[in-house]
């Protein structure tokens, strides 16, 4: 991986790419070429020969398998003070203003941590008992196949003391509103690479469905990870919060300098937005949703 540092930017370049800063779409693009998706066409190539197999053995299913729902929710994330939810505050605002865009909702995650003032149960958060949280937990562990997806949490980690988790449910409440809904999610690395394992996980199954048909979800995230411009610039902000004690700052500090080195990795996100300017960083993620959600056929 290639940092280009260039005016106190940081951009997931491909290996040995240095240079000045990149335009929006080819930053894009170049994320986009080194993230593996879904191999469709490989899953496509394999389903073809099982076909194959079974009309020359004599073993077609007399009714065609169900397809999968398609869940693709927007996936944003970057470390604790980057400033990645004002950049989806100001984004929301002018959700949904294009007549061939898509309209993106926020799911109602679960946690244990304590409401924030104005914050309202079942609005901003399910606020619940650890005891709850984990034996919702329990049911992934479980492995327990309900309607809601395979476990009851898409994603769940344990974050600064206190645990976050995001349903199925959650999901396709905001993803069945209508056909031109789609879900935002606002995740840490943690949630993400549980996503990743569980798209893997679901791509599988399909490939070794049997004739009770093919998995209830087909999952595909779009994946931007949001950026500081350096270290220092978020070490700053997180500072300014004076929230924390000096042992706490350097507790959140270090798993933010992961969370960045993850970030950058190529082929961890389809796109990288390094936000040292708020107002451009708002233009380029709203052009980078609208590459990764082509306007849909009216």
Known sequence: MTLSTRTGRAYALSPGRTGSRPSVSSLWQSSTALIPPVPQTSNKKKLQNVSQREMSTGTQHSEAPTAPVLLDPLVVCGPSGVGKGTIIEQFMKNNGNDEDGWQFGFSVSHTTRKPRPGEQDGVHYHFVSHETMQDLISQNSNNDNSSNGPGYFLEHAHVHGNYYGTSWQALRQVQ???????????????????????????????????????????????????????????????????????????????????????????????????????????????????????????
């Open 176 to 298: 069945e509103q209508s056909p031109h809904h789609k879900c935002l999610l606002d995740i840490d690395v943690q949630g993400v690479q549980r996503l990743k394992q569980l798209e893997a996980q679901l791509y599988q199954e399909q490939l070794s469905s049997s004739s009770s048909g093919l998995p209830t979800y087909r999952l595909q995230p779009k994946y931007v990870f949001i950026a500081p411009p350096s270290l220092d610039a978020l070490q700053k902000r997180l500072k300014a919060r004076n929230t924390e004690t000096p042992e706490q700052l350097a507790v959140r500090l270090g798993k933010s300098a992961t969370e960045v080195a993850y970030g950058m990795q190529p082929g961890q996100f389809h796109a990288v937005v390094v936000n040292d300017d708020l107002d451009q960083a708002v233009q380029e993620f709203t052009q980078v949703v609208r590459n990764l959600y082509p306007p849909r056929a009216t």
